[in-house]
């Protein structure tokens, strides 16, 4: 296995790290990899009812995670996936809203989207995956492990 370092976020990364033993990012070389991120608040780990807020606080989410593991953000994002309770028009909607937002002008990444049965937690309704290349914040990790 190449040799990585592990991100664990305060608030709801702790929790998970606790109850679930998982965390939230890994950075392997010049890439950090993203966990499912949903619609959890960070600080009281409850998770939005509305299915279109939680696809919003997903993305937010990605962001703060991807940032504490030293990148940059939405901007270094090559390769999303997202699984959804219901794929419908609604979610689809959400989903292009948020990258709109996220990801404006001519920087895309790529998607695949799929329904799924079942979360982790009953409340969720969406849960996104990322990938981002991070060159720099790689070799700003490497030399803070010297």
């Known amino acids: ?21 998982y965390v939230q990012a890994v950075r392997v070389g010049d890439t950090i990899h993203l966990s499912g991120q949903g619609g959890w608040d960070r600080e009281t780990n409850k998770t939005h009812k509305d299915h279109d807020a939680q696809i919003d606080q997903a993305f937010d ?35 292009v809203r948020n990258f709109r937002k996220w990801m404006p002008g001519e920087k895309h990444a790529l998607w695949t989207c799929v329904q ?18 991070d060159p720099e914040g790689a070799a700003a990790a490497r030399e803070s492990k010297k």
């Open 116 to 133: 799924v049965p079942r979360f982790g937690e009953d409340n969720m309704r969406v849960e996104i995956e990322v990938e981002a290349y």
């Open 61 to 95: 989410n990605i962001d703060y995670n991807l940032k504490y593991a030293g990148g940059k953000g939405w901007s270094q994002v090559y390769k999303v996936r997202s699984y959804h309770l219901a794929l419908n028009d609604e979610a689809q909607e959400a989903m």
């Open 1 to 21: 296995m190449p040799e990585h370092l592990s991100y664990v976020s305060p608030g709801f990364g702790e929790a998970s790290l606790k109850s679930h033993a």
